[in-house]
C-alpha cells in the first residue's frame, strides 16, 4: 500500500507545477486525499485535501487560488496544480490519506516526497 508523489522539481516565481499522487495496493478513490508540504525547520502543514464522497475540496489559506487538487480515478491518481508559485512554496511535498479533509485531522503517510523549489 503506498502513495507516490512526483512532478516536483525546479521553476521560477510565477511557474507551475502539476504533482501527481499515484496509489498503489488500494484504491484511493475511496479515500480522503491530502497534499502537504514541509519547509527546512518548519512543521509540516496541510496545503490541500479532496474527499472521497462528493470530491470537495480543501485549500490552506495561502494557496488558495493558486492552487487546484483533482483526482483521476481510472488512473488511481490525484493530482495538485500549481500556479502562480512563489518562493516560500518551496518544500517537499507529500500525499497522504486523511480521515477528514477539515478541521482536526490524522493523516497515513505512505510514501515519498516530492521537492518543490522556486527561485525568486
Known amino acids: 500500500v503506498q502513495l507516490q508523489a512526483s512532478g516536483g522539481g525546479l521553476v521560477q516565481s510565477g511557474g507551475s507545477l502539476r504533482l501527481s499522487c499515484a496509489a498503489s495496493g488500494f484504491t484511493s478513490d475511496y479515500y480522503n486525499i491530502g497534499w502537504f508540504r514541509q519547509a527546512p525547520g518548519k512543521a509540516r502543514e496541510r496545503v490541500s485535501c479532496?474527499?472521497?464522497?462528493?470530491?470537495?475540496?480543501y485549500y490552506e489559506e495561502s494557496v488558495k487560488g493558486r492552487f487546484s487538487i483533482s483526482r483521476d480515478n481510472a488512473k488511481n491518481t490525484v493530482y495538485l496544480q500549481m500556479n502562480s508559485l512563489k518562493p516560500e512554496d518551496t518544500a517537499v511535498y507529500y500525499c497522504a490519506t486523511v480521515d477528514r479533509c477539515w478541521g482536526a485531522y490524522d493523516a497515513i503517510f505512505r510514501g515519498q516526497g516530492t521537492q518543490v523549489t522556486v527561485s525568486s
Open positions: 479532496i474527499s472521497s464522497d462528493d470530491g470537495t475540496t
